[in-house]
C-alpha cells in the first residue's frame, strides 16, 4: 500500500457515491467505476476521477473499494476481475453486504495472490453515509486492519468501527446487526397485525403502551395509522443470506426462514433498494381480509 491517498471505488449508488465523495474531501485521489454511466458522469462533474472498466482501475490502485448491490454480485465481480487482476500487496476492502461464507472464499483467493481484504460492512443508510457517521464491522488481518484504520474512519468516523476478527466475522457482525432490526420489526408488525384483525384502534397502543421499552412498537403503530405500513421492512432482500450462511454451517434459522418464506409468496407492492420487493405488513393484512 505505497499510495494510501489512492483509493479506486466499484459502485457509485446510494452508498458507494457518498462514501467517494467524503473520501475526495479528506484528501484522497478517488477513481471510480460503475456499470451506470450517468452515475460516473456525475461523480466526475463533481470532482472524481473515472475508470473505464474494472481490470483498469484495479490495475492502477492500491487499495479497491467495493459498494456492490448483493453477494452474488460480489462474488461474480470478485471471481472475473478482482482476483485475476490482484497483485502483492494490494487491499480489497468490501462495504457491501455479503454472506460471510463468501467473503472467506475470495479472502482466501486474493491471498493466493498476495493480496488482502477487509470485509468492512456498514449500517447508517445514505445519510450516515453523507455525514460519514456509520457502524462499520471489519473482519480480516488485525495488521491490516490497523494499518488501514484511517481509510475506514474518513468513510464512518474513528469512534463507530468496531474489529470482529478474522475474515467474515465483520460480514457476520452486520448479520447480526440485520437480523436484529429484521426481526424485531416483524414481530412488532406481527403484534400490530392482532391488535387491527381483533378491531383495536391502533392510535390507542401508544396510551396503553407508553413505556420506552415500547417506543418500536409505538412507532410502528403510528406509521401505519398514518397509511406508511408497507414501507417498515424486514430486511427481506438480506434474510437470504443469513439462511444460507446457516445451512451451509449445518444449522437452521426458523424464524429467519418463516418471515423470509411468509413475506416471499406475496406481490412486490415496495421498493427496496431500487428493486420491487414485497411488504410483510401488506402480507399480513392480506391473511386478515381472508379471514
Not at 23 to 34: E, F, R, T, W
Not at 80 to 106: C, M, S, W
Not at 198 to 206: K, N
Request: hydrophobic share 40%.
Amino acid at each position: 500500500m505505497n499510495n494510501s491517498k489512492k483509493i479506486g471505488l466499484i459502485g457509485l449508488g446510494d452508498l458507494g457515491y457518498p462514501i467517494a465523495y467524503n473520501l475526495m474531501k479528506s484528501g484522497y485521489c478517488v477513481i471510480g467505476y460503475d456499470i451506470d454511466s450517468e452515475k460516473l458522469d456525475r461523480f466526475v462533474s463533481d470532482g472524481g476521477n473515472r475508470s473505464e472498466n474494472i481490470p483498469e482501475l484495479v490495475g492502477h490502485n492500491d487499495i479497491i473499494l467495493t459498494l456492490l448491490p448483493s453477494s452474488d454480485l460480489f462474488v461474480s465481480v470478485a471471481n472475473e476481475y478482482l482476483i485475476p487482476n490482484a497483485r502483492a500487496g494490494q487491499l480489497f476492502i468490501e462495504i457491501g453486504t455479503t454472506v460471510p461464507n463468501d467473503i472467506k472464499d475470495v479472502a482466501e483467493k486474493l491471498k493466493l495472490k498476495s493480496a488482502n481484504l477487509l470485509d468492512a460492512p456498514v449500517s447508517g443508510g445514505t445519510e450516515g453515509a453523507k455525514k460519514a457517521k456509520l457502524k462499520m464491522f471489519v473482519g480480516g488481518d488485525q495488521h491490516i486492519y490497523e494499518m488501514t484504520f484511517q481509510v475506514l474512519s474518513d468513510i464512518a468516523g474513528p469512534e463507530t468501527i468496531v474489529y470482529c476478527g478474522s475474515h467474515g466475522s465483520g460480514q457476520a457482525m452486520k448479520g447480526v446487526n440485520q437480523l436484529i432490526m429484521g426481526l424485531q420489526s416483524a414481530a412488532c408488525l406481527e403484534i400490530l397485525s392482532f391488535a387491527v384483525h381483533t378491531g383495536l384502534d391502533l392510535e390507542l397502543i401508544g396510551q396503553v403502551f407508553p413505556e420506552n421499552s415500547n417506543k418500536q412498537i409505538v412507532s410502528m403503530a403510528e406509521k401505519i395509522t398514518a397509511g406508511h405500513g408497507n414501507e417498515i421492512g424486514v430486511k427481506f432482500r438480506e434474510l437470504p443470506y443469513y439462511i444460507r450462511q446457516a445451512h451451509e454451517l449445518g444449522y437452521e434459522l426458523p424464524i429467519t426462514k418463516q418471515v423470509y418464506e411468509f413475506c416471499d409468496k406475496g406481490e412486490r407492492v415496495v421498493v427496496d433498494d431500487h428493486r420491487e420487493a414485497p411488504s410483510f405488513w401488506n402480507e399480513l393484512l392480506k391473511k386478515v381480509k381472508e379471514q
